[in-house]
């Protein structure tokens, strides 16, 4: 099979030739395995696809030389670069989001300072400057990047347009403990924030399928995070009132769009947590890929996940990045590889990649050990 191939009968639910797999990693992290594999290392991958998470979509040379079966693009910020760095060494954000940057032994990370709705009114989202999903910048030369995948290349093509989500971003603007409280005390603002911010999400992803949908066989909406490491971070009932009827407008006409341009295309949620009981909700409401498959989460073991939602949607993800690729062996995480292929393999619906973005802390040795072990342990039938 072809890589696109391969990624399709996973997602319909087939037992293709072996597991397909997927690779999501920050830019220092890119850097750290390009240099570890002796290939050129630049600056930037690709100039300007940062954003504050730090993170990379990796290049055509990458993605063959670790037998990678997806290539992920997107589409750019308005303006053309997500990031404006002011004198005082912060940055802001399209969305006027402002942030530091903190280094660790490990890596950098950009952390929120000055969320700019803190104390806005439902009055003060009238005349809030949002980002203009209409840019030209946001599909520049798109296009011709998704129709040179398609034809030169065998991946499978992964994009993502939407920029920062609805519940996740308003966390952003607001602030989270001030976004808390509004959730009990000032529900109207809540309300008020994620109808705007879901129209924009829907406005950007309609711009992108408009320009690139019927090359897209995966749709990853803009992640959404639901949960903390033992529990929802909104009660159900909250999360019922307040934030799923905007992901049911939200999945819905995205599926809708794609599928018009390319019926066999698929959309991909993210939520990092302990989000068991939310699950069934997003499956109904439009999802068909579900990742990271963050298996430390309460309640949110593999093999549960499988038995429970495994002949509704695909998982992708599950090698752990909290501590098996960190911290383990090779060997540790060749032996998680196979735990996962033989948990999660069966009957297709599973893409093998980490548990989350690789970050810098990761040793180059542990991701090649994962790709390796894939390939080993991946070939269909399973007989682990």
């Avoid at 949110?300 to 909290?322: C, H, M, N, W, Y």
């Avoid at 893409?351 to 690789?358: E, N």
Wanted: proline share 8%.
């Amino acid at each position: 099979m072809t890589s696109r191939e391969r990624v399709l009968a996973a997602l319909e639910h087939r037992e293709p030739d072996r597991v397909p797999v997927d690779l999501w990693l920050t830019a220092e992290a890119y850097r750290n395995l390009r240099s570890y594999l002796g290939m050129p290392v630049k600056e930037t991958y690709p100039p300007g696809s940062t954003t504050w998470s730090m993170d990379c979509r990796a290049e055509l040379d990458l993605v063959e030389r670790l037998g990678v079966d997806i290539v992920r693009i997107g589409s750019r910020p308005p303006g053309g670069k997500g990031l404006t760095w002011l004198p005082d060494g912060t940055c802001v954000d399209e969305w006027g989001v402002r942030r530091r940057k903190v280094e660790f032994k490990t890596g950098t990370y950009l952390e929120i300072i000055d969320p700019p709705l803190k104390d806005a009114t439902i009055e003060d989202l009238n005349d809030y400057p949002w980002p203009d999903p209409h840019d030209p910048a946001v599909v520049e030369g798109l296009r011709e990047q998704a129709r040179f995948i398609r034809e030169n290349t065998p991946y499978a093509i992964h994009a993502q347009f939407g920029r920062g989500g609805i519940y996740e971003q308003a966390k952003y603007l607001r602030g989270e403990e001030q976004l808390y409280m509004d959730c009990a005390m000032n529900p109207e603002f809540v309300l008020a924030l994620h109808e705007k911010l879901c129209q924009i999400e829907m406005e950007f992803n309609r711009v992108g399928i408009e320009a690139i949908g019927e090359y897209v066989d995966i749709l990853r909406l803009s992640p959404e995070d639901l949960g903390t490491q033992t529990s929802t971070q909104l009660s159900p009932r909250m999360h019922e009132e307040m934030v799923r009827p905007f992901f049911k407008r939200s999945f819905g006409e995205a599926k809708r769009l794609l599928q018009e341009k390319n019926p066999r295309g698929k959309i991909q949620y993210h939520s990092c947590g302990a989000i068991y009981p939310l699950m069934r909700g997003l499956i109904d409401d439009g999802m068909d890929i579900f990742d990271p498959l963050q298996l430390r989460c309460k309640d949110f073991e593999p093999a549960r996940l499988k038995a429970d939602f495994g002949s509704d949607i695909t998982f992708l993800g599950g090698i752990d990045v909290q501590q098996t690729l960190p911290l383990g062996t090779p060997a540790e995480v060749r032996e998680e590889v196979r735990v996962r292929i033989k948990e999660m393999a069966p009957g297709g619906g599973y893409i093998l990649a980490s548990s989350h973005r690789l970050q810098p802390d990761i040793p180059p040795a542990n991701v090649l050990a994962m790709y390796e072990a894939a390939k080993e342990y991946g070939k269909y039938p399973i007989k682990l």
